[in-house]
């Protein structure tokens, strides 16, 4: 073959939907590059027929080739494609989505002056899918990303690759779902390469396909193939494994973190032992993650942005539930091993409710407890650093079932404090964990408080009393006030409001200053009745009929 001739990329398609042709309309549009830069290898889906279009497109005389025959899943339909790449490059768009017109003109003047074997480029900003994580891991300046420092790299970004035909790339024809195959693959190029460019460019972009499901989903298919489900465990995440301990005699960290992610629907989906309970029971599942949880750092663990009751379950695992407190002032940290999982002070404190009367208030909400006992723990509120009042336990739980097992206890509870006599009163929240005291120093606020932790000066006013959170201890203050001290008060929380970059903040500012311009003006009460803004429903019409044959409205 005349080198001149060979293509500078190939575009691999799986067309496996009837959205194909936008993605192809997309590498016709391209500026700026010869067409004979761009072959095209097509890979017919099982279930979709397209030859009078590809006859329209050959007639055109376009840079197409087609694999023989049809493939029912996107790794056989890539292994045959390969074959047939003649490019220097090649990519794997999906199958619906599309290139900005420049991207193609822009990665070859940029593959021209370096050699670059494994490089992205950036998604589209209108994509809602896209994962938070995916959007921390690709922050900073463009350039190489040295996988072995910045490891906390989810590798599903096969759709927007450039790939050296250079590297070895070895596709598992077994992995029949999607997002699992995309990931194998991309995880063995980055196990080549150790580094990843990443392109930021305005002119190179590549926009998905709208109707994909979101990248980490992947378990609905596995809901409904037991043989996916076990290729999944043995053929990606024990093969992974098994393949790095024989390549390099450990698991990159960059590798670590990516079998978390995709192992990571088996403990957060609720119910998922039901999903995995044709492979392996509970039992063998703990077995069996453990044996993964041995190759995985702590450190990667803590990276992955899991909340606590998900930590306390893998560490509990990975430990044999082998735990230690060690006492700090008016606290207690929790760990495993050297691993410090959290202190009993931050572990969550809500507060859902607040009654606040002339004489005395109500603070109601949960608190959670990790690895302790209900009967170890017990909360009571400290009133102006000396009197204790304790929480009564309204006998709900806030419990994180996992596995059919309680790995993050809470409860709910009451406090009910009385005002008599007290023109201020600052209010902390403590519990006793074995006799040992320990401060909360977290408290949150939860939809309907009307205090918040996020926004600064918030307040609530009634009965003659302002009652607001003081971030400084982690103490609720009650203060008796004049009309004078709710004006300084609203004043300062309409500052607030003003300098918080939230569209949810700046719509309050607003809305608060049109209530003040209202209120002299309404001497009616006014019921806003609504249904969710995001789903159609008939509660708030039902619930509009029933209040207007209430006649008194109290």
Sequence with gaps: MNVENKPFFSAVIYMSNEFASATLDSIFSQKDIAAENIQIVLALGGQNEYSEYISGLKKENRNITVCKG????????????????RGKYVCFPEC?????????AFMKASLEIRDIPLSIIMISTYDKQDLSKVSKALKGKPGNCDLNEKYNFPLVFLSRCFVSMELNIEINTSLAVKSVSKCDIFMKLAAQTQTINVFRNKEARFYPWHENPPIFNFYEELRESDKDLKLFFDNFITANVNRCMEEFEFVPKFIQYNLILFLEWTFVVPNAEKIFAPVMSVEEFEKYFKGILVNIDDNVINNCGLLLAYKLLIYRIKYDGKMRFVKKYLSKR???RDMRVCDLSTNITNIEFVELEENKVALMGRMKYAGCERNEIRMYALVNGEEKVYAKDLGHSYDNIIWGRNEYPGFAFMIDIDLEGKNECVIEFFCTHKGDEIKKTVINFGKFSPLSSVVPKCYYYNKRRIIRYSEK????????ASAFDVLKAELKYLKSLSKTDNDYAKHAYYARILYHMVKPFCRKDIWLISDRSNKADDNGEAFFKYMKTVKNKK
Excluded: P
């Design 473 to 480: 201890n982690s103490s609720v203050i009650i203060k008796k």
């Design 70 to 85: 049809t493939y029912n899943t996107q790794a056989e339909a890539y292994s045959a494609a390969l074959e047939l790449v």
């Design 334 to 336: 929790l760990y495993y």
């Design 96 to 104: 619906g989505g599309a290139y900005s017109e420049s991207t193609f």
